[in-house]
């Protein structure tokens, strides 16, 4: 299983972006799939997840109330829109999915490449 994240770039403090994460190679509508941040110097933090059809969504509370995680098994892509934009939002934005479905897990199976976000106070 691949997993291609992209979507990230520069954005000014307020400003939204969406990320995208494609995955390829294997059964996505079964797979459980979050996204998770690092910011440079810290540790990896978990962001949000969604359950394999999208009935379960988790959010880490520095988020909740501005970003939405989302998907879609007919493109084999889960989302992560990104409203209200802070500085302390920048960092690498990685998307992983878990073979199990339940999105919000302590294992995940399987991780993508990274997408960089830049939010300019």
């Known amino acids: 299983v691949q997993l291609q994240a992209s979507g990230g770039g520069l954005v000014q403090a307020g400003g939204s972006l969406r990320l995208s994460c494609e995955a390829s190679?294997?059964?996505?509508?079964?797979?459980?799939m979050a996204w998770f941040r690092q910011a440079p110097g810290k540790e990896r933090e978990f962001v949000a997840a969604?359950?394999?059809?999208?009935?379960?969504?988790v959010y880490a509370d520095s988020v909740k109330g501005r970003f939405t995680i989302s998907r879609d098994n007919a493109k084999n892509t889960v989302y992560l829109q990104m409203n209200s934009l802070k500085p302390e939002d920048t960092a690498v934005y990685y998307c992983?999915?878990?073979?199990?479905?339940?999105?919000?897990?302590?294992?995940?199976?399987?991780w993508g490449q990274g997408t960089l976000v830049t939010v300019s106070s």
């Open positions: 992983a999915a878990d073979v199990a479905g339940y999105g919000y897990t302590t294992q995940y199976d399987y």
């Open positions: 969604i359950s394999w059809n999208g009935g379960r969504t």
């Open positions: 190679g294997g059964t996505f509508s079964t797979y459980g």
